[in-house]
């Protein structure tokens, strides 16, 4: 092997995860946060024996942050010099100034890249020279034009890397926009990019894109989290693998509850019983071995399926959701951050959409999106960014990553939700489509 690095995503230094309940049990929430992740980070590059930890920009969430975020960078940088491991970071658009100010109060942290220049740093291993690694900063919270654009034409040669934070094949965008074509041009082995939360590199077997946030900060943030191992080997090939290493997990799961019975007493025990056992069990039975260093698991139910009575099943939701649930499972709680009722009542839509009314219009549509013909999939097609975050209800998703399948599922459970509403204002005659 001739080097072995871990890179690190946004860790945005500062802020606290959303949806916290204060009583986890035996869990403070302050300690499964960005600098809880960081710091399980640095335990894992010291025990592996990293090279280098390289630091994809937005360490710190804001400049108002730099103090608190100071201690935590520092002790995790002071650890990681001591054991002959370099670390080299550069801005993103969140820490425009706040990285540079604390980068001259450590002198052991190497920023790369500042003021918008690229600038190349050797990589090395037991003090021979194994790779060059090209970086990038944001000069200004706001860059228009892609970086790529004075990207050096005559370099050195040999394995090369390359730390940039920006917005991928994303038009328009103020974050220093970039194009995968552009990166690929540049024949470096591999790109490490920070910005977008959600990770993508590694996806299509090229080492090429988001790296991701360290740990979740909101429900849109589900799924696995944490730094990159990267292992270049003596033929000079690149290895990678995720390490699981954020302390705080969210998860999303659906539970199926057409079969559940029409009596509201044994409705709401059995409920409870779905979200306890299938929902928090399931979860954590999926998840298995990735649970990794997890310690807590945020748990977004959506319930779904046609009901009779959904009047007893919002008022049983709305007593668990204020009551909550949670389980210990080994050294990890997980519990239900909130139950999102994709219920719709039994309805005939072919018999309601053989109306001209607004309940039969969007009765037609939502067999369209069902049946996933011509029409289905133009609605679809025709789904914004803006109108996807609302239809999922969590601020910051990146709802980009989103399949047509996942757009769809989004798409049928508002139309029902529409529908439900719409059919209990409805005149008398619609109400035999019930």
Partial sequence: MRGRILCVGDIHLGRRPSRLPDDLPGLDPAALGPAAAWSATVDAAIQAGVDSVLLAGDVVERIEDRFRAFGDLARGVERLVEAGIAVIGVTGNHDVEALPRLAKRLPDFRLLGAGGKWESVALKRAG??????WGWSFPEPQVTDSPLAKFPAKRNGGIELGLLHADLDAHGSHHAPVKSKELQATGLSAWFLGHIHAPTFGTDKQPLGYLGSL???DPGE???RGPWMVEITTEGKLRYRQLPLAPLRY?????????????PTELADQLHA????????GVAEALGRDLGGVRAVAVRATVKGSVVRRDALAAALEELGRTGLHRTIDRTVLFLEKIVDGTTAEIDLELLSRDSSYPGLLAQRILSLEADDDAGRRLVKACGQELLKRLDGTRGADVRTLDDDQKRELLLRSAYRALDALLAQAPAELQEAR
């Fill in 128 to 133: 021979e020279e194994y790779a060059t690694l």
């Fill in 215 to 217: 740990s979740g900060l």
């Fill in 222 to 224: 589900h799924g696995r």
């Fill in 251 to 263: 998860e999303r799961i659906e539970i199926e509850l057409s079969d559940l019975p029409k009596d």
């Fill in 274 to 281: 779905r979200l306890h056992d299938d929902a928090l069990g």
